[in-house]
């Protein structure tokens, strides 16, 4: 989308182990050519960590007052299908 950051498809992104996400530069994740989610991963110390969290949760905060669900609702939906 941007350009100025790394893209990976969903389905790439999923086959990565946990070790191997927290070794990714900062990207945009793409599903169906659409950006879905861009993953910021802190690589510095402690003081740069904790700023570029505490601005991720600042945006999240701001895109969570439009909508969506809470991830326990999600959970609570998908255990409720009866298969």
Do not use: W
């Amino acid at each position: 989308m941007s350009g100025l950051i790394p893209q990976i498809a969903l389905s790439d992104f999923r086959k990565l182990k946990a070790s191997q996400v927290r070794d990714l530069k900062a990207c945009e994740v793409m599903a169906d050519g659409m950006h879905l989610f861009t993953a910021v991963i802190p690589h510095n110390d402690v003081v740069s960590s904790t700023y570029i969290r505490t601005q991720a949760e600042y945006l999240a905060l701001k895109a969570n007052m439009v909508g969506g669900l809470d991830p326990c609702e999600f959970i609570d939906k998908e255990k409720a299908v009866v298969v």
